[in-house]
């Protein structure tokens, strides 16, 4: 039954947004009261009720926050989303000027890709830095040196982030053609059901396999039909286009 939080949690997450268009959060005092009502569940499902401090999976917690994600999450949805709530209103006179606004729709034409590939990017440095030997891999998390290489971290993550951008925002800016063919609901269902499908056994199994070539083929297989389903409008018969 705990499965069935992937619909409520995410969907409680995804109500913010809404309530924010709606004006129903109210005011910066009652963002802030939002974030220290979060903060106040959070740690009492920590230090209490058992819940693990780590709010995304790792391995060898008996319990997981994000596998199925838990209530701790809507905490964490409720802290962080108060305190960004808390400072919308001099964000909104910083972004009046024209420098800071620029700055934000460029980024905005991007920033879809950022998120796609944020993660690939951290596992491809990581790989390159374990085929070298383990460079900066062997650091003891939470010592004095392990914090200090932090920045160099990110920067180096930063500007591999930056040159994947860079080569495959233009697939995210590319405008829809005007007279392309709209799917059939059966069509854009079944696609969006295969995506779904595998990406799911992606997340939950993982991509690789024993086989010659390593990888789950038929799972990729699916999850790009599926994207092609989804994507593409199938050719009509010719007796339907008279």
């Given at each position: 039954?705990?499965?069935?939080?992937?619909?409520?949690?995410?969907?409680?997450?995804?109500?913010l947004?809404?309530?924010?268009r709606?004006?129903?959060?109210?005011s910066?005092?009652?963002?802030?009261?939002?974030?220290?009502?979060?903060?106040?569940?959070?740690?009492?499902l920590?230090?209490?009720?058992?819940?693990?401090v780590?709010?995304?999976?790792?391995?060898?917690?008996?319990?997981?926050?994000?596998?199925?994600?838990?209530?701790?999450?809507?905490?964490?949805?409720?802290?962080?989303?108060?305190?960004?709530l808390?400072?919308?209103?001099?964000?909104?006179?910083?972004?009046?000027?024209?420098?800071?606004?620029?700055?934000?729709?460029?980024?905005?034409?991007?920033?879809?890709?950022?998120?796609?590939?944020?993660?690939?990017?951290?596992?491809?440095?990581?790989?390159?830095?374990?085929v070298?030997?383990?460079?900066?891999?062997?650091l003891?998390?939470?010592?004095w040196?392990?914090?200090?290489?932090?920045?160099?971290?990110?920067?180096?993550?930063?500007?591999?982030?930056?040159?994947?951008?860079?080569?495959?925002?233009?697939?995210e800016?590319?405008?829809?053609?005007?007279?392309?063919?709209?799917?059939?609901?059966w069509?854009?269902?079944?696609g969006?059901?295969?995506?779904?499908?595998?990406?799911a056994?992606?997340?939950?199994?993982?991509?690789?396999?024993?086989?010659?070539?390593?990888?789950r083929?038929?799972?990729i297989?699916?999850?790009?039909?599926?994207?092609?389903?989804?994507?593409?409008?199938?050719?009509?018969?010719?007796?339907?286009?008279?």
């Open positions: 039954m705990r499965w069935l939080n992937y619909g409520f949690v995410w969907l409680a997450v995804h109500q947004g809404y309530l924010w709606a004006g129903c959060l109210g910066a005092k009652s963002a802030l009261l939002w974030a220290a009502s979060g903060f106040a569940v959070l740690m009492l920590v230090t209490a009720a058992g819940y693990p780590g709010m995304i999976s790792i391995p060898g917690e008996p319990i997981s926050n994000s596998t199925p994600p838990t209530i701790a999450l809507i905490a964490l949805a409720l802290l962080q989303g108060g305190l960004l808390s400072f919308e209103g001099p964000m909104r006179h910083w972004l009046r000027q024209v420098r800071p606004w620029a700055a934000t729709i460029l980024v905005n034409r991007s920033i879809m890709t950022l998120y796609l590939w944020h993660m690939t990017v951290f596992v491809i440095v990581i790989g390159l830095l374990n070298s030997n383990g460079i900066g891999l062997t003891e998390p939470g010592t040196l392990w914090w200090l290489v932090r920045p160099i971290w990110l920067a180096g993550l930063a500007v591999v982030l930056v040159i994947l951008t860079l080569l495959l925002s233009p697939l800016q590319r405008t829809r053609k005007r007279d392309r063919k709209s799917l059939p609901l069509q854009a269902l079944c969006a059901s295969m995506i779904c499908f595998g990406l056994q992606m997340a939950l199994h993982g991509i690789g396999d024993e086989g010659a070539l390593g990888v083929l038929w799972l297989l699916v999850t790009l039909l599926g994207f092609a389903l989804a994507s593409h409008a199938l050719p009509s018969p010719p007796n339907a286009r008279r």
